[in-house]
């Protein structure tokens, strides 16, 4: 019997019905505790006395809460009340995509659109081992604001992953039952047979042919002669109907239609990138005007997060396209294929041979060499060697001793080096270099006195910068340069610029959520660069040297980043697929989890027993969100904006610090209103986190004028009271509440809360980066190295070190940072952070 309005199941209220279907009925209902609007699945009473239906709902469930992603339906909670099962989930607002269809075929722009957030919602599916296996237009719901939201994975399987196996439904779902949709279900599907990522995209290509036609790619009149028709026809010529279409997009389609899954496309990520980049897609062919927003950003943790917020594509392999235009073609090249993360290439002056330094695992980077007619990648030199740029003479600039930054910025000593020879140090403390056009000199960024110096020549400062500066190229004639300006120094936030040997700067593009990567123009005329107005939407782009220049899109595939362009007019491009998750080991447990919410998730936290966690969500934009989540893969709850710095013991209070003007706040885990702090008179906090008794905060930051030291501030609105010397920039409270480790001239110190003096940490390397204190307050656990981390338990009064875990993702290909490691006081849990950047290096011809 359907709800009223007013009935109350669980701590929701029924407000109206919204619809019904197969797996139960759908209401608008409103959350009491957190007063918002949801909108509740139920399964009927009847229903749920069927095993099989229920556990279709309870695998639904499980499913979509598993998948936290801009295109898929959020899940916010599940529960049973009164024999009815329910899940709650965002209430959306819009239609389905089978109701825009009533009216017929789409315009080609907004199906390319509406096909593209499809792909990409299925690309992170896929990327957690579960397939959809039932997507169709009445699965796919259109925003008013142009989002698209996949629903109902009721019939959604969890496949093999590279961990291991996952739970996999019994009986319902095994090979040899037939389940989907008839019309939109893959050959393997109509066998019975079982389901892959594959399926899923021929599922896509028939929702993308309809809505292209206006018609079903297999419509027949009974569902037998339907199957047969997917098994051994193809769906009519779109041409017939779409004269307009573009026969590059009708190939995707038949890509996506192959009846061998082997001959698909075999990502969805291959299928997103297939889209953006076809002639006449509005994301490759409209020139888009970049508006100048000018936002600050966080320093902590910058090079966790930043600049890798990019959701991946592949570029299409063995074919031609045209340009934007339409008149150009162009043709992709695929030049790496090991996982592995590139910082760097450039392409020697013959224009075929590609120079890159890059990274199987880890950010210690290695010189390889890629010739025209090698079967694979040559490496060239020493480890720790960095590509910085290549002469028109085909010489070499590399960093030596490279130690990584953040981002694709390393620091060393500056080298020239021929491909067939050794290194020659030249300069030290430098992090980028570019070579005049006749190899005579070069543009250096080198750092001194807390600033970024932009030299051209060598020896000429340009330009300064208490920011930093990446990317700087010199341009065809050599008289001018082209860089990347950052306000902070750990960022990849930014603006596009060119100096000029008089030093008159001209600003070219920005502000953008990132920039990494830039090149002339082969005559000049123009800069490319790669940058995203957000960490989802990180594209390459041309602006030229007008008095008012307009950055166009020239790639429009998110994850594309921009080399180098050779004289010959190629361009070498990197396809970026990135993402930043968080693992932990739950005390009791043997296995560690990974817990990644949004794929761009860091700064774990997690409470004295390790089954709470607070982390920064970076995937709203700018300013983050704490969010809190039970170790137990629970759904999230989100806190409100900021990043995420310490969970308060007893597990009340969240601390973190807003982005945007570095206030702090506190967020109640439970009823109650948040609290923002007033740090005042300290010009700047460095770090915090509780006392033990969760009744006072540690905060360590500078009063002007002053060196950094730490206060202690009561809970909720205390006042700021100094408890350490001056010069501590970071400090961490002991579970005595008496003792304080901090940093102090680059390394660490003890001391005592109030008192006057410090002590050496014996046995604390500089090296070491601070990851709890053990539950007796005599030992500290500490991380160091690349990947693996290692995870140390050290004894202050004997310095001994007992190697607790290696930290790292199973599958390390693409990982360059293991970070932000916290340990519960025990030892026996752990988080961490890890950084995933898998490059894939193309050359690209006739692109202009």
Sequence with gaps: MPLTTGTPVGPY??????????????????????????????LPAAFAQDAERLARFGR?????????HPNILAIFDTGTHDGLAFVVTELLDGEALRDRLRAGAL????AVEIAVQIARGLAAAHAKGIVHRDLKPENVFTLHDGQVKILDFGLARQTLTGSGATETAAGITDPGVVMGTVGYMAPEQVRGQTADARTDLF????VLYEMLSGERAFKCETAAETMTAILKDDPPDLGGSRPDLSPALDRIVRHCLEKNPAERFQTARDVAFALEAFPGSAISATSTVISRRRRRWPTL?????LGIGLIAGAFLLGRRTSGADGSTPRSFDRKTFQPQSVFNARLMPDGQTIVLSAALHGSVPELFLIRPDAAAPQ?????RTHLLSVSSKGELAVLTGASWLGNRIFRGTLARMQVDGAPRPWLEHVSEADWAPDGSTLAIVRQSGGKDHLEYPIGTELYATTGSVSDPRVSPDGNRVAFMDHEQSSDDRGWVKVVDRARHVTMLAGEFAGEQGLAWSSDGTAVLFSAGLSWDLFQTYSVTLSAHPTPRVVIGSPGSWIYDVGRNGTWLVDRVDARVGIMVLVPGETTERDLTWRAWDFHPNLSGDGRLMLFSDGSLGGNYALSLRRTDGSPVVRLGEGMAWDLSPDGNWALGQIPTDLNLVLYPTGPSEPVHLD?????????????????????????????????????????????TPEGISDGWVAPDGRTIIGKANGGYVLCTVGGAATRPALGVRPDDDFAGWSADSRAVFVTSGDVPLRLERLDLATSHRTLIALLAPRDRAGVLAVAAVDVVPDGRGYAYSYIERLSTLFTISGAR
């Excluded at 639904?60 to 936290?68: D, G, I, M, R, T």
């Design 13 to 42: 209220e029924i407000l109206a019905p919204i619809g019904a279907g197969g797996m139960g009925e759908v209401y608008r209902a409103r959350d009491l505790r957190l007063n918002r609007d949801v909108a509740m699945k139920v």
């Design 60 to 68: 639904e469930a499980k499913a979509v809460a598993a998948l936290s």
């Design 107 to 110: 315009p080609v722009r907004k």
């Design 203 to 206: 599922a896509l290509g028939v």
């Design 301 to 305: 943790a910058a090079s966790l997060l």
């Design 379 to 383: 490496p060239l030199g020493q480890a």
């Design 679 to 723: 740090r005042r008179p300290l010009e700047r906090v460095e770090s915090g986190s509780f006392f033990p008794d969760s009744r006072y905060l540690l905060l360590c930051g500078n009063e002007p004028g002053r060196l950094s030291r730490c206060y202690r501030m009561a809970i909720p609105r205390g006042t700021l009271q100094p408890v």
